[in-house]
Nanobody
């Protein structure tokens, strides 16, 4: 699977952006698609994830209520709608695939771990000015 992220840019605090990630290749029903971010000088941080078939979602506490992850199975795409952006949201945002091979529930401690994701997009920069 190859991933292509887009939609980043410069926005004022309080504004909105919508990130897109298009996947080429087969996305199996059991897969998990995730968004992570990495701010300058910091490690890669979990943002949100969605189970491809069920649409079940999970969010980090820092974005819950402001960000919404969604997917379009027909377009092989996943999206991240970001509202009420804050300067602390400034980072490079990455989409990624966690290749889960059965439909069993995946504990959040696993689906939030970037080490378990095996395909990554190139990243798109989001800059939020104060």
């Amino acid at each position: 699977v190859q991933l292509q992220a887009s939609g980043g840019g410069l926005v004022q605090a309080g504004g909105s952006l919508r990130l897109s990630c298009e996947a080429s290749g087969v996305i199996y029903s059991s897969y998990i698609l995730g968004w992570f971010r990495q701010a300058p000088g910091k490690g890669r941080e979990f943002v949100a994830r969605i189970r491809w078939r069920s649409g079940k979602t999970d969010y980090s506490d820092s974005v819950k209520g402001r960000f919404t992850i969604s997917r379009d199975n027909a377009k092989n795409s996943v999206y991240l709608q970001m509202n009420s952006l804050e300067p602390e949201d400034t980072a490079v945002y990455y989409c990624a695939v966690y290749s889960v091979w059965d439909m069993s529930p995946v504990p959040s401690v696993r689906s939030r771990s970037p080490e378990l994701y095996d395909a990554w997009g190139q990243g798109t920069l989001v800059t939020v000015s104060s």
